[in-house]
């Protein structure tokens, strides 16, 4: 019988042989502290993401949303949520979209990892469907519109100035992401695929020079946002931030076009399952978004 992942009390915790995800008690201390609801806790798991854990809080018609780490042990420097919450503390006075940063928590006694609380955000991420009133071809074109601004607004934060000067090395992103990717290979790989390494040279061979620094999210796509239900389209929240850095501004825009769904290009790559949605009439082509990322 496997371990519950919500209990009440650090009593019922410690007697599991695998942690718990929640527990209650102590959270809703917490969240007392913070003046973050009161009374009982509903508590149940939200999203797609395959890293840190979110889910949905629940207190007296009050509604948040935590995030925290996966359960122990977890790798050097992965996984680090008091990172990703104090970038979007330090991006709220700017333009950037990320929901607002409520509390936090690097207490491990709690929940027996740090953790924070974010804002609740009312509307749809985009994965298999367009929302009624947004399923129209204007509207489609429109939400292209909107992902590629919010990305510009991203690049655009003066990280210096928002106090994140030290939260990523300005200097030499690609190198170190190719340098990272060739070594998850060798770590993971169960067969020799002699194209791997032919790739890694090649990409080694023709970096390009990046532009000026700035905040890099490092996993946009339409995914990890979410738009209003209703039109005109609007992108109204920025998720997952965990591999957010400082870096070249081009390896989103890169990220961003390679895994969008292209219905011009009629082949399937290992992107395609993300979404078909964005084959839709209407949807920006990929050199339609590089366009509109120009022009901004």
């Known amino acids: 019988m496997s371990s519950p992942d919500i209990v009440d009390t650090r009593q019922e915790a410690e007697a599991l042989e695998r942690p718990p995800l929640l527990v209650r008690e102590p959270l809703a201390a917490f969240l007392d502290a913070e003046g973050l609801g009161a009374g009982e ?55 950037v979209r990320g929901p607002k940063v409520l509390a936090v928590c690097d207490d491990e006694s709690l929940l027996g990892v740090p953790f924070y609380v974010m804002e609740y955000v009312e509307g749809t991420v985009i994965t298999d469907a367009v929302p009624p009133a947004l399923d ?26 928002c106090g994140l000067e030290g939260f990523g090395k300005p200097t030499g992103y690609l190198e170190r992401q190719l340098r990272r990717f060739n070594g998850l290979w060798e770590h993971n790989k169960t067969r020799e695929l002699p194209v791997v390494q032919e790739v890694g040279d090649w990409l080694a061979a023709n970096l390009p020079e990046s532009p000026t620094a700035t905040v890099v999210h490092g996993d946009y796509r339409l995914g990890n946002t979410m738009v209003a239900h209703d039109a005109p389209a609007r992108l109204i929240a920025i998720f997952d931030w ?55």
């Open 136 to 161: 129209t071809p204007p509207e489609r074109g429109r939400i292209g519109d909107e992902l590629i601004d919010s990305l510009i607004e991203i690049h655009g934060a003066d990280w210096r100035a």
């Open 242 to 296: 965990e591999l957010a850095t400082i870096g070249d501004p081009l390896a989103d825009l890169g990220y961003l076009t390679v895994s969008w769904n292209d219905a011009t290009e009629g082949k399937e790559t290992m992107f395609s399952q993300l979404t078909t949605v964005t084959q839709d009439e209407g949807f920006h082509t990929r050199d339609e978004l590089i366009a509109r990322y120009e022009q901004g």
């Open 41 to 95: 806790i509903e508590a149940e798991p939200i999203g797609e993401g395959h890293s840190n854990v979110t889910y949905l809080i629940r207190r007296d018609g009050e509604v948040f949303v935590l995030r925290r780490p996966p359960r122990p042990p977890l790798p050097p420097s992965a996984h680090d949520v008091l990172r990703e919450a104090r970038l979007l503390r330090a991006l709220a006075p700017t333009p």
